[in-house]
C-alpha cells in the first residue's frame, strides 16, 4: 500500500513553459487535493475533487487546471509557468467517513520557475 | 485577518519541558479540527483529531474551545524527536474548505 505517490519529486521550468504533476493514491479515497506551500507558509488549496468526474477550485486555482478521469489519479496541470508558481505542490486524498476528514499527502513536488 | 491563526514561534524548549501552541479561527461554521505535524522539507501528517469534549494521545492533549473559537495543543516530556512544524487545520462543508495555519516551530533541545 503505497498510499499517495507524486511524480516528479523536482523540477525547474523555465517561464511560459507548461508540465503536468502527477498524483496517485491506492487507498480508494473519493476525496483528492492539490496544495501549494510557499516557505514560511501554510498550505492553500489550489484544486479538489470529491470523486471522479468532480473537480472544484480552491483558494488559489488560477493559472492551473485539474481533471479526476479515475478515483486513483489526480494530476494538476500548469500552463505558461510563472515565478509565482515557484513552490511546493502537495497532493493529498482523504475518505471522509464519520464526519472526518484526515488527509494524506505525498511527498511533494518542488518546482523552481527560472 | 487570517481563517486560521497560530503563533509562528519558534520555541526553543529543552527536552522534558512542557509547551503548548495556541491556535484561533475566524469562521464559526467550522466543524472539524486537526493538528498535523511537517518535518522539515516533508508532506504533512496527522498527530491527532481535536474534540469539544478534549482528547488526549499519549503525551499530547488537544482541546477545543468553540465559544472561544480557540484550539490547544500541549506537549508534555518534549522528546528531541518532536522537534517539528505543528499545524492547526480547521475543516468546514460551506464551500469543503480545509484551511491550514502558517504552523508553529518547535526546538527541542538537549
Known amino acids: 500500500n503505497a498510499g499517495v505517490t507524486q511524480t516528479p519529486k523536482f523540477r525547474i521550468l523555465k517561464i511560459g513553459q507548461s508540465m503536468t504533476l502527477q498524483c496517485t493514491q491506492d487507498?480508494?479515497?473519493?476525496?483528492m487535493y492539490w496544495y501549494r506551500q510557499d516557505p514560511g507558509m501554510g498550505l492553500k488549496l489550489i484544486y479538489y475533487s470529491v470523486g471522479a468526474g468532480i473537480t472544484d477550485k480552491g483558494e488559489v486555482p488560477n493559472g492551473y487546471n485539474v481533471s479526476r478521469s479515475t478515483t486513483e489519479d489526480f494530476p494538476l496541470r500548469l500552463e505558461l509557468a510563472a515565478p509565482s508558481q515557484t513552490s511546493v505542490y502537495f497532493c493529498a486524498s482523504s475518505s471522509w467517513t464519520s464526519g472526518d476528514n484526515e488527509q494524506f499527502f505525498g511527498p511533494g513536488t518542488r518546482l523552481t520557475v527560472l | 485577518r487570517k481563517e486560521v491563526e497560530q503563533d509562528p514561534g519558534p520555541f526553543n524548549v529543552p527536552e522534558g519541558a512542557t509547551v503548548a501552541f495556541n491556535c484561533t479561527y475566524s469562521n464559526s461554521a467550522s466543524q472539524s479540527f486537526f493538528w498535523y505535524r511537517q518535518d522539515c522539507r516533508k508532506e504533512p501528517k496527522l498527530l491527532m483529531s481535536?474534540?469539544?469534549s478534549g482528547n488526549e494521545d499519549g503525551r499530547f492533549t488537544a482541546q477545543l474551545n468553540r465559544a472561544s473559537q480557540y484550539i490547544s495543543l500541549l506537549i508534555r516530556d518534549s522528546k528531541l524527536s518532536d522537534s517539528a512544524t505543528y499545524l492547526c487545520?480547521?475543516?468546514?462543508?460551506?464551500?469543503?474548505?480545509?484551511?491550514f495555519g502558517a504552523g508553529t516551530r518547535l526546538f527541542v533541545k538537549a
Open positions: 487545520v480547521v475543516f468546514h462543508t460551506g464551500g469543503f474548505k480545509t484551511i
Open positions: 487507498m480508494n479515497h473519493n476525496y
Open positions: 481535536v474534540y469539544s
